[in-house]
């Protein structure tokens, strides 16, 4: 089994800075792209950003000089470090990998829980 943990998050003001860690962890081959997505009350879950194992980026729009991902490929974990946060930032955050648990079987998308970020004065 493969197990995906966020932690990070909680309440920030407009303007500030948060940090997301992203953990994979269990029965784990190798990890193909990393990422955060997020949802917002009443929208539908749309990409952040993503990582390849390369260390090729990804980037929603809307978070583009703002937040930056990174990877540890040694430790399976995946950053997103969130700076001048905006109210429309707020949302669970979900990080995502992609993982083959032998190198016979294709990758399979692994999903945490979500981390809620909320962006307040």
């Known amino acids: 089994q493969v197990q995906v943990m966020e932690s990070g998050g909680g309440l920030v003001q407009p303007g500030g800075s948060v940090r997301l860690s992203c953990a994979a962890s269990g029965n784990i081959f190798s990890i193909n792209a990393m990422g955060w997505y997020r949802q917002a009350p009443g929208k539908e879950r749309e990409l952040v950003a993503t990582?390849?194992?390369?260390?090729?980026?990804n980037y929603a729009d809307s978070v583009k000089g703002r937040f930056t991902i990174s990877r540890d490929n040694a430790m399976n974990r995946v950053y997103l470090q969130m700076n001048s946060l905006k109210p429309e930032d707020t949302a669970a955050y979900y990080c995502?990998?992609?993982?083959?648990?032998?190198?016979?079987?294709?990758?399979?998308?692994?999903w945490g829980r979500g981390t809620q970020v909320t962006v307040s004065s």
């Open positions: 990582i390849t194992s390369g260390g090729v980026t």
């Open positions: 995502n990998a992609g993982v083959k648990t032998s190198r016979w079987f294709a990758a399979k998308d692994y």
